[in-house]
């Protein structure tokens, strides 16, 4: 007998309890999901992002990203010998640019346009947050979108409607990679999105459109979001709530890579990093999943280092910029 049928025949169950547990009846003959193993392409991401280095190097150029960091630099010191870590790794140069938290919006950009102006350096890129009083969609307006890395300038994601960016947001490059490393074609698929933001959600959807998905774009105001995930043959979630989506949202077979990043308190009292799906629960059920740690996250890190060779190897085959 049909299961899920049986209990929409029960009349003393309510119908909100039906719509939840039909799905998880249903599913269960569905194998577990493949997960990808973020870890493992960004690190083939970061050996072909070494040969390009040594390639432009062959060619007397040199790439080097300056970060700009505003604020005490104790504070942030952890960061930036990370960042200064993965560089060295493929063979880039780094160097941290300090800003005192009790300067001003104009020393900032006044920091920024001389590094836009310095020709040794490539790449530049913005550690966020800035302290309160600074103006952050200024500071990125200023960054020459030809050394803005992170693909943050409003120059760089206007582009992206014409699907011309110069350098695009990295978390986006990194999702589209992750579904390629995956063999999934967006293209005929119902993709919905689940989060706005600049960096991912947005400039994600984009992406997907020119790809010829059917994109859905879900947001706070979105109502009734088991609706809409449901009938996904690919969600995307990017909203920084730990958990949002559960089994109950997810269709038999579907493609979820979850972008969020949340710290949560676990058992012990230690602190454990989680993304915005329930990964235990849900890759029973999808097709494919990525993991929180250890999908997005490090993926987007080798892109970061992959867009600021392709931003040295731009700046030298273009002699023309666009103003920043």
């Not at 920091?111 to 500071?139: E, H, K, S, W, Y």
């Not at 995956?182 to 020119?210: C, D, K, N, T, Y």
């Not at 235990?280 to 999943?289: C, F, N, R, S, W």
């Amino acid at each position: 007998m049909d299961i899920a049928k049986q209990y929409r025949r029960a009349p003393f169950i309510p119908s909100i309890v039906i719509r939840q547990i039909t799905p998880i009846l249903c599913d269960r003959e569905i194998m577990a999901a493949r997960v990808i193993d973020g870890g493992a392409l960004a690190e083939r991401i970061k050996r072909e992002t070494t040969a390009a280095v040594r390639a432009l190097a062959a060619e007397g150029v040199a790439v080097n990203l300056a970060a700009v960091m505003v604020g005490d630099p104790s504070a942030g010191e952890i960061y930036a010998r990370s960042q200064a870590r993965r560089c060295q790794e493929v063979g880039i140069s780094y160097r941290l640019h300090t800003v005192s938290a009790a300067a001003k919006d104009p020393d900032l950009r006044s920091l920024i346009r001389d590094l836009n102006d310095d020709p040794a350096v490539t790449g530049i890129m913005l550690n966020l947050p800035l302290p309160p009083g600074f103006d952050t969609p200024a500071a990125q307006y200023c960054i020459d979108p030809y050394k803005d890395v992170e693909g943050v300038n409003p120059s760089n994601i206007g582009l992206l409607f014409y699907d011309t960016p110069i350098v695009a947001p990295c978390t986006a490059l990194a999702v589209m990679e992750i579904l390629k490393e995956a063999a999934v074609e967006p293209r005929g698929l119902h993709a919905v999105v689940v989060g706005q933001g600049p960096i991912a959600g947005r400039p994600v959807s984009l992406f997907l459109l020119q790809k010829m998905a059917t994109v859905t774009n879900c947001h706070i105001a979105t109502r009734d979001l088991y609706e809409h995930t449901r009938r996904a043959d690919l969600l995307i979630v990017a909203v920084g709530k730990p958990a949002m989506i559960r089994a109950e949202h997810v269709k038999s077979g579907a493609v979820i890579i979850d972008v969020g990043i949340n710290t949560i308190d676990s058992s012990g009292g230690s602190r454990k990093v989680v993304g915005d799906v329930a990964y235990e629960e849900v890759k029973e059920i999808a097709g494919v999943i990525t993991p929180v740690p250890g999908g997005v996250g490090p993926v987007t890190v080798a892109i970061l280092l992959r867009s600021a060779v392709q931003a040295a190897r731009q700046q030298r085959a273009t002699p023309r910029r666009l103003s920043g």
